[in-house]
């Protein structure tokens, strides 16, 4: 069964830190892109970060540069995003998203990912 969880979530103060972990199975991670995409309450989905599937190149959104960092494990089947250094701001629920081109070109677009995970909300509140 094809699938993507998410786990790590949860509430910090600002200034401290989290990793989100995105375990894949069903399918053949290693030919995916991996996207991390958040969406905060009554705002658009923002893409956030992305990895290629060998790990070679990665992408982050301004907002999170210098602060977050995705590495991957394909024996694993898994790609983590560490969280540092955060900020209210970035509140929201966070998704990781498989893309079958394998690169992170246009990653902030959803429509380039076909699997989905649920989602693991982070909440940075003092």
């Known amino acids: 069964q094809l699938q993507l969880v998410e786990s790590g979530g949860g509430l910090v103060q600002p200034g401290g830190s989290l990793t989100l972990s995105c375990a894949a199975s069903?399918?053949?991670?290693?030919?995916?892109?991996i996207g991390w995409f958040r969406q905060a309450p009554g705002k658009e989905r923002e893409g956030v970060s992305c990895i290629s599937r060998s790990g070679g190149s990665t992408n982050y959104a301004d907002s999170v540069k210098g602060r977050f960092t995705i590495s991957r494990d394909n024996a694993k089947k898994r790609v983590v995003l560490q969280m540092n250094s955060l900020k209210p701001e970035d509140t929201a629920v966070y998704y990781c998203a498989a893309g079958p081109s394998g690169y992170c070109s246009g990653y902030r677009n959803g429509a380039r990912y076909d699997y989905w995970g649920q989602g693991t909300q982070v909440t940075v509140s003092s």
């Open positions: 069903g399918f053949t991670f290693d030919y995916y892109a």
